[in-house]
């Protein structure tokens, strides 16, 4: 008699539990692969949170080696290229977690989604928030809104550019279609 049912698979599918072992650990190592960078990066920002990094520190780093390229330089340029400095790190290294937050949201996928990027945005914005509340239990350190702010605006530069490197690739890629489809004369 022939079969009554020629479509079925003859081999029954496996089990939920069978599979669910090896579906959690690539899962697993996927989600670290695409998240160990930003993980990584809001460990540094937490560490140069710390007193380490305070200005008393950083002065004493930054002093020697600016009095040695400009050894003219007064005690209040000093201070002012010193602040610059500590300022420009508030806002690069927020500049770079707001990067590293959007390849972590976006899931290593290519392209721009609003969605993406202001996820990316507000993450980084709250961690400056709760990065400047540490801050304020540290001995050596004084929580700023203004440095939040700073930090914030770091994070938006990286959103504005990720949004414009994403529509010079679309366009980029429009216009190499558009010269693909002219016909030969």
Known sequence: MPDPQPWRNPRPAPQLSEIQSRLHTRRAW???R???PAIAWACVIFSMSTETFSA???AS???PLLRWLVPSLTEHQFRSIH???RKGAHFSEYF?????LYRGISGGKKGWRWSWGF???FCAAGYSAMDEIHQAFVVSRAAS????LLDSAGAFAAFAALWLWSRWRRSAGEAELAVDEVPAA
Do not use: G
Not at 145 to 148: C, I, K, L, T
């Open 96 to 100: 770079v977690f707001c990067l590293l």
């Open 34 to 36: 695409i998240w160990w």
């Open 56 to 58: 008393e520190r950083t």
């Open 145 to 148: 809104a203004y440095d939040s």
């Open 30 to 32: 996927a989600w670290l």
């Open 119 to 121: 996820a990316a945005l």
């Open 61 to 63: 780093v930054f002093e």
């Open 83 to 85: 602040y610059f400095i």
